[in-house]
């Protein structure tokens, strides 16, 4: 591929949710850095389009289809991944969702609501890990990041389970680096800010009346007075999986533009 710096030349990556938003991004960005990607993903359409994307380039990625909240869909992932590349060096647990039915207070949020969004946003993290570990030892080493949320430090009315999931994604980073240190395996999390996803441009515009302030609002909550780019969440990723990151696990990073350096009353 164009601009292939080879650092990641030979290494198999997975990446969960690599459809659209970050995933996309950091999965092309793998691939023009020489990884082979496989995009874990249920939206058919738009994972063809991100693998045709990066083959036309002359990189390599594959589709695999999976329900990464469900222990089959899990398994289904790592197992087809394998089989395609022949092991796994790096997992970004980029997974996660936000409904339109869970922005409300607990009271109000149905018990399937919870469930799923535990599912995907933690459960999934977990399950990949599972299935992935073996290989990555297999291989002498591995990498594993968890894309948890600046919603997993601090919080705002009307995200329970959101909220909870996130910081269940930064405990699960901690706990994981301490168990597979010994193997050389490095477990990781980003907290990012708002970004421009389809995730966030469906949060924002649940009114389409208020979108535009909405954005606005989101963009001065960030002292850089901006919201990021997929991109510049990809950056990050590719650091905390390389050499460049080796004394680093068990820890988070925030790609937040300063949000979470401001206080309240500033
Ligand atoms: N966008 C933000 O501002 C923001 C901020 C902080 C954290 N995050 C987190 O970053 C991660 C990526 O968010 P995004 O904004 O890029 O999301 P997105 O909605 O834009 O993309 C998520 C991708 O995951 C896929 N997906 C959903 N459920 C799946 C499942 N069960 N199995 C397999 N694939 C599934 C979707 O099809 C989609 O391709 C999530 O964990 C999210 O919680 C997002």
Not at 150 to 167: D, F, H, I, T
Request: charged content about 15%.
């Amino acid at each position: 591929m164009a601009n292939n710096s080879g650092r990641f030349n030979g290494k198999v990556v997975v990446v969960t949710g690599g459809a659209m938003g970050m995933g996309q991004a950091t999965a092309a960005a793998f691939a023009r850095e020489g990884a082979m990607v496989a995009i874990v993903d249920v939206a058919d359409a738009a994972a063809e389009a991100v693998v045709a994307e990066i083959t036309n380039l002359g990189g390599s990625a594959t589709y695999i289809r999976a329900d990464v909240g469900t222990g089959a869909g899990a398994a289904t992932a790592i197992e087809a991944t394998v089989k395609a590349y022949g092991g796994l060096d790096v997992l970004f647990n980029n997974v996660g969702i936000q409904p339109a039915e869970s922005y409300c207070n607990a009271e109000n949020t149905p018990e399937a609501v919870w469930d799923r969004i535990m599912d995907v946003n933690v459960k999934s993290h977990f399950l990949m890990a599972k299935y992935g570990i073996p290989h990555m030892r297999a291989r002498g080493g591995g990498v594993i990041i968890n894309n948890a949320s600046v919603q997993g430090l601090q919080s705002m009315p009307g995200v329970p389970p959101y909220a909870a999931s996130k910081g269940a994604c930064l405990s699960l980073t901690r706990q994981l680096a301490v168990e597979y240190a010994h193997e050389r395996i490095r477990v990781l999390a980003i907290c990012p800010g708002t970004i421009d996803t389809p995730l966030v441009r469906i949060a924002l515009g649940r009114d389409p009346d208020t979108y535009a302030a909405n954005l606005e609002n989101a963009a001065r909550a960030h002292p850089l007075g901006r919201i990021g780019q997929p991109e510049e969440i990809a950056h990050v990723v590719l650091f905390l999986a390389s050499d460049g990151a080796s004394f680093m696990t068990g820890e988070y990073v925030c790609v937040d533009g300063g949000m979470m350096a401001k206080g309240a009353w500033a």
